[in-house]
């Protein structure tokens, strides 16, 4: 089955600065790649997603980046502020959702 | 649209008994995936239903079940609790394209004693 390994599981920026958690993936069948997003307590949320035609998307401050060769993906938060704090999980689909273990962001104000 | 709901928001049972949680879809949406989050394990996929039918499993033991109802409602059962089941048990529905855009409920928080 699909495997998602996901890195670093913590990290800490100063705010303004930018944050990058990158994730592979197993399976060469995988066409879908979200990222969630998920504050203490809440649900996760979909902040962005890619696709497998696409290499790049971007939507504000987020952007994520896929390498299918080398089975990558990133995401890339630029000026960082406080509430960017939470857990951001990715993940890879074919035909179910196989979760990374997560990343626990911490903005330094 | 209303977003995915879940009931009960938390529950405490103890070893050995059974419990049912429910999970109501985004109107429309007729996939209902469930998924375990605990925090050892993350995110760990149960269960996809699409009308009525279930559609993919993951890896857990056959004492975790669950089904559709024609309103695309679904709920999931799980016998013989053990401590291990602890978690926060999450639904999401998608629209049942090829795509996977899952968007969860609050999830339900269980204890088992």
């Known amino acids: 089955g699909e495997n998602v390994e996901q890195h670093p599981s913590t990290l800490s920026v100063q705010e303004g600065d930018s944050a990058v958690i990158k994730c592979t993936y197993s399976?060469?069948?995988?066409?879908?790649f979200p990222w969630y997003k998920q504050e203490l307590g809440k649900r996760p949320q979909l902040i962005i997603d890619?696709?497998?035609?696409?290499g790049e998307k971007k939507d504000q401050r987020i952007a994520v980046t896929l390498n299918k060769t080398a089975k990558h993906f990133s995401l890339h938060i630029t000026e960082t502020q406080p509430e960017d704090s939470a857990v951001y999980f990715c993940a890879a689909s074919y035909k179910k959702l196989t979760f990374g273990t997560g990343t626990r962001l911490t903005i330094i104000p | 649209k209303a977003g995915v709901t879940q009931t009960p928001r938390y529950l405490i049972k103890t070893r050995g008994q059974q419990v049912t949680l429910s999970c109501s879809p985004i109107s429309g949406h007729r996939s209902v995936s469930w998924y375990q989050q605990t925090p050892g394990q993350g995110l760990q996929f149960l269960f996809e239903y699409f009308s009525e039918t279930q559609r993919n499993k993951g890896n857990f033991p056959g004492r975790f079940s669950g089904r559709q109802f024609s309103n695309s409602r679904s709920e999931m059962n799980v016998s013989t609790l053990e401590l291990g089941d602890s978690a926060l048990y999450l639904c999401?529905?998608?629209?049942?394209?090829?795509?996977?855009?899952?968007?969860f409920g609050p999830g339900t928080r269980l204890t088992v004693l």
């Open positions: 999401a529905s998608n629209g049942g394209g090829s795509y996977n855009e899952q968007f």
């Open positions: 399976d060469s069948a995988s066409n879908y």
């Open positions: 890619i696709r497998s035609n696409v």
